[in-house]
């Protein structure tokens, strides 16, 4: 038996000390569902088999690729069969895939096709949006309240929030109303704040138009994760191709890229786990679940500097 490593021995000891654990992972996209599947089984496995532990499983985007019915019907099945197995609550968020289906249709006055959407809405326990038209819906653990902000479309097609750019077309939707909205639902929690999303703010990763507009934000929000650039994908991360943490711009606000559950497009099948203590500070733990290890922990300091936007 080898050593433990250092990783290994931190996120034991956190697991001792955290109040509350979630597991965070986004992309799994794929057009073939054999190849979704293999990547599916490699991350489940690892988690079962190596003993990890959460308290919920919260999957930011594009858990379905493609405009084949059949084959993002697959992607569903699966997944909501290999999540049920995990036994813990989860929450969904869409992203960009989630809606390429929907995005193709040049129709409008039909309703969306939104497949891992509306898995996720029929599945006892599990959450996401109310609406196919919401922007945003929230959960609470004890003081902590976490915002989940996706990919939006109007039941009848005649606006759609797609790859967070700005609505399409833009006079009918109301931008500034609910910008307004969210903003004052977020300063109004008492507690900390998380956001998390298939986008970045401006500083993270491919950031979000949409997002931008959110900006400065309230002096609650703590820490925000994300998915959508994935992680060892030269050719859309560019640069940023092995850049996991970076801050919001003009804010002391880091920002934490999870991405992706697939070994295609990034080398390994990664994640996050996010553990909460007492003190609400928090430590982050990424996981190579290829290689069944942690790869490296962040622990963001407990001190928050005023945003210079304000």
């Given at each position: ?69 059949d084959h993002l019907s697959k992607m569903s099945v ?46 006892p326990g599990w959450t996401t949006t109310e609406h ?145 203590y007492e003190d609400n500070s928090m430590g982050l ?26």
């Amino acid at each position: 038996m080898t050593d433990k490593t250092i990783h290994e021995i931190l996120y034991n000891e956190s697991l001792k000390k955290a109040k509350f654990k979630a597991w965070v992972f986004s992309d799994l996209q794929q057009r073939d569902p054999k190849n979704a599947e293999s990547c599916l089984k490699i991350c489940t496995s690892d988690f079962i088999e190596s003993g990890l532990s959460a308290d919920v499983m919260w999957y930011l985007g594009d858990a379905v690729e493609g405009k084949d019915l059949d084959h993002l019907s697959k992607m569903s099945v699966m997944q909501e069969k290999a999540f049920s197995e995990i036994g813990i609550p989860l929450c969904f968020v869409m992203g960009n895939h989630d809606m390429e289906y929907t995005n193709s249709i040049k129709e409008t006055d039909i309703p969306p096709t939104l497949p891992f959407w509306e898995t996720v809405k029929k599945h006892p326990g599990w959450t996401t949006t109310e609406h196919c038209s919401d922007w945003f819906f929230k959960q609470t653990y004890g003081d902590l309240t976490v915002f989940f902000l996706g990919d939006h479309v109007a039941e009848d097609q005649s606006w759609r929030v797609f790859h967070q750019n700005l609505p399409d077309p833009f006079e009918k939707y109301p931008l500034e109303d609910r910008i307004a909205r969210l903003k004052a639902e977020i300063e109004a929690e008492k507690g900390p704040v998380i956001t998390a999303s298939h986008y970045p703010y401006p500083g993270g990763n491919r950031p979000s138009a949409l997002l931008e507009k959110l900006l400065p934000l309230p002096d609650n929000v703590v820490l925000h994760l994300y998915g959508h650039a994935h992680i060892g994908d030269y050719k859309w991360a560019k640069e940023n191709a092995y850049r996991r943490i970076s801050g919001v711009d003009w804010h002391d606000i880091p920002q934490i890229d999870v991405s992706s559950f697939e070994n295609i497009r990034g080398y390994v099948c990664r994640s996050v786990f996010l553990h909460v203590y007492e003190d609400n500070s928090m430590g982050l733990f990424f996981r190579d679940h290829d290689h069944r290890c942690f790869t490296e922990c962040y622990f963001p300091s407990a001190r928050k500097y005023p945003s210079f936007l304000k």
